[in-house]
């Protein structure tokens, strides 16, 4: 999506601030220098600064103008916030959040699926299987079919704040998704547990697809953890997903 000047504004700043470019409690360059450094007037200049206060990466006050905040303050439930922090690079503190949360909103939200789905919902999340399965035995991209496979079992809970959120888990889930695919096998071992999930909620039975998401969730844990062990470098998230060689 092309952003206009506002945007990149924000981008700019935003990712500067994230990247650790501007000190926790440090100013951010005056007005006058951004203006120049960027090529924008100070009306955008002042609008960006309000859009990072909103997402909590910057305060102001009387006499002290515009400070950087520290990443505790940060709304992590923001697509921009988390695209920045995936283009300055993954952490192993992120990713260990990024699992705790998994475990506590989609066991949840899938115990919904399993008694709200429309046919309209099962039958999205089946196509995304069938992506998955393609990709996996005639190679592609898996990554983006097991994206849509869990952002439409959460569509599927028919709730209106968890479908929200989804907005934002999305970048965060295909984090898991691109660690879980780079290991030899990983998408293959875990198509059959994707569809125990699935036929969980077809079938209506919230007991049994917590148990299988539970399952997945935590095969996923424990291929980040291995990942991270090994110091190999993670993946930067601005690019392309992944792709699969054939079966």
């Known amino acids: 999506m092309i952003k206009n000047v506002h945007g990149n504004t924000v981008d700019h700043l935003g990712e500067a601030i994230v990247a650790g470019r ?41 006499k002290v103008g515009a400070r ?7 709304n992590w439930f923001d697509p921009d916030v988390i695209a920045w ?19 506590v909103v989609e066991p949840a939200a899938v115990r919904l699926a399993a008694q709200r789905a429309t046919a309209q919902d099962i ?24 994206l849509r496979f869990h952002l439409g079992l959460l569509r599927a809970c028919r709730n209106r704040m968890l479908i929200q959120m989804s907005k934002a888990l999305g970048a965060l889930l295909r984090t898991s998704f691109e660690l879980s695919t780079s290991k030899k096998g990983g998408a293959a071992s875990s198509l059959a547990l994707h569809r125990s999930v699935l036929d969980a909620v077809k079938a209506r039975n919230p007991d049994q697809a917590e148990k299988a998401i539970l399952i997945l969730i935590d095969g996923a844990h424990e291929d980040i953890e291995q990942v991270l062990a090994s110091r190999r470098r993670l ?13």
């Open 123 to 146: 039958a999205e999340v089946e196509a995304a299987f069938a992506g998955m399965k393609r990709a996996v035995e005639e190679g592609g991209d898996y990554v983006t079919y097991d």
């Open 85 to 103: 922090q995936t283009k300055a690079g993954l952490t192993p503190e992120f990713l260990r959040d990024l699992q705790d949360l998994r475990r």
């Open 235 to 247: 993946p930067r998230l601005n690019t392309p997903a992944s792709v699969l060689k054939a079966a």
């Open 22 to 62: 501007y000190a926790v409690g440090a100013s951010i360059p005056p007005e006058p220098v951004l203006c120049q450094e960027l090529g924008v007037s100070r009306t955008v200049v002042r609008e960006a600064v309000k859009s990072l206060i909103a997402k909590g990466l910057m305060t102001t006050g009387p």
């Open 68 to 74: 950087v905040l520290s990443e505790d303050h940060w």
